[in-house]
């Protein structure tokens, strides 16, 4: 059973059938997915979605397929952890951090956006799956496609860390590298999709494949106890996830789930692209495209696609942007571990960082109840860390020298 009604374009309201394509032909605004939110709130309660398995899937009807999902079947509802100890550090009481570095089944929250954009490629027909990726979308869509059986063609900026690469070329996946930024291979996937009747996930595919971010912010309200945050905090980079977070809790207070949001949305990003807080910064109603030049890779987008939407639900909650540069990212990722034990990668070091400065501006009140998005793993970006942290000593196995080394520990 399907609550969708079809798609439409966010700028001049024209309505389109449920189609792969993500332009309006009018205006070019994006297409975005159409739902009976009536027929939804009949069927959807807090007791029906209490009684399903711990997936993101237990929000099946705001998700945009029609027949029941074939693949990805265990992604999301990862923890969401009380974080007392980086709260003490950052001056806040009521911190929280939504952990998608463990996300089911390759540790970032794309698992979410590729299990929508793949489940609909396979109800439109397609037999291959592509994408643009800046690292974490390239893990996520070949490692869906080899357990789907489908074909996966992953398009990369040639530079990408080592774990990126590895950890999507292992799943026999097609892999390119293209000499460029990610807004070049961006551009190029954009040609690439003219000629081959592929399923782009985040381009012919986007409505759907967006759709599958705001699980991640139904998780937030659930986990809460049925309450939208005071605040919350979001790397960007092509602006898809900040705003499904709010659409997310918009969507659960329209539907009678949780009541009314007052949610401050926060954008987060590197010095090193930062066209979204830039933005925000100076009061522009858009960004101005940027070249990239941070080790934040994962969520380095000069040219973010729903940047200008991300920059009005940041400025239109009563949040605000801030950005944080490569050594603060880096602090940012070994203060969350020594306070937490969590290994994020440098995106979420981004987060950290940035809600450090938010917090120290008061633009987060020290009690307001907050959100981290933690949204990927350390694991897949060690370079980034690797020349910050003390290499282990290595010792002979005798007590005695032990004992020397213990005094000096
Ligand atoms: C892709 C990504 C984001 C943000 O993506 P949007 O394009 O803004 O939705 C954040 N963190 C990580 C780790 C990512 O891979
Ligand atoms: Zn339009």
Redesign the pocket.
Known sequence: MSFVLGLKCRECGREYPTEPTHVCEFCFGPLEVRYDYDGIKRVMTRQVIESRPATMWRYRELIPIDTEPTVGLHNGFTPLVRAKNLGKELGLTNLYLKNDSVCHPTL???DRVVAAAVNKAREFGYDTIACAS????ANSVAAHAAAAGMKSYVFIPHDLEQSKILGTSIYNTKIVGIKGSYDDVNRFCSEVATVFKWAFVNINIRPFYGDG?KTFGYEIAEQLGWRAPDCVV?????????TKIHKAFKEFEQLGLIGPVKTKVFAAQATGCSPVTTAIKNGWDDFKPVKPNTIAK??A?GN?A?GYY?IRVARGSGGWGEDVTDPEIVEGIKLLARTEGIFT?T??GVTVGVAQKLAAQGRIGRDELTVL?I??QGLKTTEAVVNHIPAPVVIEPKLSVFEELHKTL
Request: proline share 7%; aromatic share 4%.
């Open positions: 970032s929250f794309k800046t690292g974490n979308l971010s979001t790397p960007v980079a092509g602006s898809s996830l900040i994962s969520i987008i973010p729903d991300g990668e995106a979420g998005s949204t990927g």
